[in-house]
């Protein structure tokens, strides 16, 4: 091999994250967290790793983008017949996961994913650039094709379809809105003594744990 894989490491040395530190509530823990992310300057740090599983007991994740944040939780936009739209609508389980890595923290979100209404797809695609409205429109998400050039030509043809006119919400596309039922909050620490940090659903709040690294 070109390196040794298992003698890449760093210390973690930035911070701590004590029980003091936190917010009320994990929502505005996250909020806290997610700002400085954003003032770091860390790229997209609305990206997350969203986690499925299929009425098969497969797992898969991919990086999908926050695009919604509130009271009832985290939502996201997708083609509904993608392999994550599929499996979310047959099992609404799910992970998500914010691999903040320059600030050395994580955050863990285990929920439940609900579609989220027409009303509120609409509003989010009408915010779109129009390049991408009319890659929704073009891409049969997670479905092979032919090569690149397919792709290219379907794109042309959506182009051509909607030309000086409004890009329509594709039949397909939606968005879910994921309710956390737990939220780690990781923090790095020397020697791989990390701090974790969960708020756990509790009737109609919260209850915070540590576990150990």
């Given at each position: 091999?070109?390196?040794?894989?298992?003698?890449?490491?760093r210390?973690?040395?930035?911070?701590?994250?004590?029980?003091?530190?936190?917010?009320?509530?994990?929502?505005?823990?996250?909020?806290?967290?997610?700002?400085?992310?954003?003032?770091?300057?860390?790229?997209?740090?609305?990206?997350?790793?969203l986690?499925?599983?299929?009425?098969?007991?497969?797992?898969?994740?991919?990086?999908?983008?926050?695009?919604?944040?509130?009271?009832?939780?985290?939502?996201?936009?997708?083609?509904?017949?993608?392999?994550?739209?599929?499996?979310?609508?047959?099992?609404?389980?799910?992970?998500?996961?914010?691999?903040?890595?320059?600030l050395?923290?994580?955050?863990?979100?285990?929920?439940?994913?609900?579609?989220?209404?027409?009303?509120?797809?609409?509003?989010?695609?009408?915010?779109?650039?129009?390049?991408?409205?009319?890659?929704?429109?073009?891409?049969?998400?997670s479905?092979?094709?032919?090569?690149?050039?397919?792709?290219?030509?379907?794109?042309?043809?959506?182009?051509?379809?909607?030309?000086?006119?409004?890009v329509?919400?594709?039949?397909?596309?939606?968005?879910?809105?994921?309710?956390?039922?737990?939220?780690?909050?990781?923090?790095?620490?020397?020697?791989?003594?990390?701090?974790?940090?969960?708020?756990?659903?509790?009737?109609?709040?919260?209850?915070?744990?540590?576990?150990?690294?």
């Amino acid at each position: 091999m070109d390196q040794d894989i298992a003698g890449l490491r760093r210390e973690y040395v930035d911070g701590g994250l004590a029980e003091d530190d936190l917010a009320p509530d994990p929502l505005a823990q996250f909020r806290r967290w997610f700002h400085e992310a954003g003032a770091a300057g860390l790229y997209e740090p609305n990206a997350m790793v969203l986690s499925t599983v299929s009425l098969e007991g497969q797992p898969s994740s991919r990086m999908v983008l926050l695009k919604g944040l509130g009271e009832e939780g985290l939502q996201f936009f997708t083609n509904l017949a993608s392999r994550k739209g599929e499996e979310l609508l047959g099992n609404p389980r799910c992970a998500l996961l914010f691999p903040w890595h320059p600030l050395e923290r994580q955050v863990r979100i285990d929920g439940t994913a609900t579609r989220l209404s027409q009303e509120r797809v609409e509003e989010y695609f009408a915010s779109r650039p129009r390049g991408s409205m009319l890659g929704a429109h073009a891409s049969r998400q997670s479905r092979p094709v032919a090569g690149r050039e397919e792709l290219q030509s379907a794109l042309e043809a959506v182009a051509e379809r909607y030309q000086g006119r409004d890009v329509p919400v594709p039949e397909e596309w939606g968005g879910f809105l994921v309710r956390p039922e737990s939220w780690e909050f990781w923090q790095g620490r020397p020697g791989r003594m990390h701090d974790r940090l969960v708020y756990r659903a509790d009737g109609d709040g919260w209850t915070v744990q540590r576990l150990a690294p």
